[in-house]
C-alpha cells in the first residue's frame, strides 16, 4: 500500500472550512484513498473514501487531483465536536487498514 | 442498533494473569478485527477474521488468541498478560462488500501491572 505524509497538527478556526491534505506520491491505480478520524479516546470512525473522482457525503467532502498523488479532505464548517485525528489511509480494496500519525485537529472557538 | 460493543471497558491484571475480551456486533457483518493503540500511537492490527470459524494473523499477533464461534462475537484472548500488553483494545467490524469501511467499537483499557 502507497506511503502517505500528512502534517502532523492543524488548527481551524470553528464555522469555518477545515482543509486537510495528504500527499500520496506513490499511489497506484487501483489503490483508494481512505480518511478516518479518532475523537479523543473513542474508537476510530470512517469518513469518506474514492478512488479518482470527488466524493462527498453527510460528513465531508474529498477532493483527489488528477494525478492522484494527494488529496484533501473538507469539513465545510469545522464545530468544536470536530476536533480529532484525522487519518489518511491508501490501499488496495482487499488490504488491511494501517493508521500511521494522521494530522491533528484542533478547532477553536 | 448498538454497532460494535466491548466487554470490558476498563481491566487491571496483573503479569501472567489471563482474560479474555468480548466484541459483539449486531450489524450481520462478515469480517471483524482486533486492534491494539499504544500512547500517541496509531493503531496496529493484532488479528482478524472474515467468517465465522475462521481467524488470521495481524501484524502484532503475539501473546494473544483469537476465536470466532459465532458471526456476531470475536474474542481476544491473553493467555499470560505481560506489562507490554498495556494498551487500549478496538475491536471493529465490516461487511464482506464493504470495502474498508470499518465500524468501531469504544475500545478496552487494559493495564498489566
Known amino acids: 500500500d502507497a506511503k502517505t505524509t500528512q502534517p502532523p497538527s492543524m488548527d481551524c478556526a470553528e464555522g469555518r472550512a477545515a482543509n486537510l491534505p495528504c500527499n500520496h506520491s506513490?499511489?497506484?491505480?487501483?489503490?483508494?484513498v481512505y480518511w478516518y478520524r479518532q475523537i479523543h479516546s473513542q474508537g476510530p470512525q470512517y469518513i469518506i473514501h474514492g478512488l479518482k473522482n470527488n466524493e462527498t457525503n453527510e460528513m465531508a467532502s474529498l477532493i483527489i487531483t488528477e494525478d492522484r498523488k494527494s488529496s484533501t479532505l473538507i469539513l465545510p464548517h469545522a464545530t468544536l465536536r470536530d476536533t480529532a485525528v484525522y487519518y489518511c489511509i491508501v490501499l488496495n480494496a482487499g488490504n488491511m487498514l494501517t493508521f500511521g500519525g494522521g494530522t491533528r485537529l484542533m478547532v477553536k472557538p | 442498533n448498538a454497532g460494535v460493543t466491548q466487554t470490558p471497558k476498563f481491566r487491571v491484571l496483573k503479569t501472567g494473569q489471563s482474560m479474555t475480551l468480548l466484541c459483539a456486533q449486531d450489524?450481520?457483518?462478515?469480517?471483524m478485527y482486533w486492534y491494539r493503540q499504544d500512547p500517541g500511537m496509531g493503531l496496529r492490527l493484532i488479528h482478524y477474521s472474515v467468517g465465522e470459524g475462521t481467524t488470521a494473523k495481524g501484524e502484532v499477533p503475539d501473546g494473544y488468541n483469537v476465536s470466532r464461534l459465532k458471526k456476531q462475537n470475536f474474542l481476544l484472548g491473553l493467555e499470560s498478560a505481560a506489562p507490554s500488553q498495556t494498551s487500549v483494545y478496538f475491536c471493529?467490524?465490516?461487511?464482506?462488500?464493504?470495502?474498508?469501511?470499518?465500524?468501531f467499537g469504544p475500545g478496552t483499557r487494559l493495564t498489566v501491572t
Open positions: 450489524m450481520n457483518h462478515e469480517y
Open positions: 506513490t499511489i497506484s491505480g487501483n489503490e483508494y
Open positions: 471493529a467490524s465490516r461487511t464482506f462488500l464493504g470495502g474498508n469501511e470499518q465500524y
